[in-house]
């Protein structure tokens, strides 16, 4: 069974930056697509980006040019690089795998992490 435990949340200013990272457990990641999803208190969970098996990646307009994201088979990690952070983006964030495997994005979230609290605030 594949376990997903994010890490590297925390509170960041306006403008700062963040990395999150998602280590997997329990299978490779290497033919599966991976993705982030955030949830904002009061609104519904939101995909942010998804790296394919093949390296293409897709993000959410609202992040494209500020986040980026990578994954290393090798470790079985996924990180997901956030800079110029906004108030906006406060949310926890989740890293998400579909278990179809060669999938595209968007993913479809059959394994979930517990979640990260990432806090946008001055």
């Known amino acids: 069974q594949l376990q997903l435990v994010e890490s590297g949340g925390g509170l960041v200013q306006p403008g700062g930056s963040l990395r999150l990272s998602c280590a997997a457990s329990?299978?490779?990641?290497?033919?599966?697509?991976i993705g982030w999803f955030r949830q904002a208190p009061g609104k519904e969970r939101e995909g942010v980006s998804c790296i394919v098996a093949n390296s293409n990646r897709w993000y959410a307009d609202s992040v494209k040019g500020r986040f980026t994201i990578s994954r290393d088979d090798a470790k079985n990690m996924v990180y997901l690089q956030m800079n110029s952070l906004k108030p906006e983006d406060t949310a926890i964030y989740y890293c998400?795998?579909?278990?179809?495997?060669?999938?595209?994005?968007?993913?479809?979230?059959?394994?979930w992490g517990q979640g990260t609290q990432v806090t946008v605030s001055s």
């Open positions: 998400a795998v579909d278990s179809r495997p060669l999938s595209g994005c968007p993913l479809r979230g059959d394994f």
């Open positions: 329990g299978s490779t990641l290497y033919y599966y697509t």
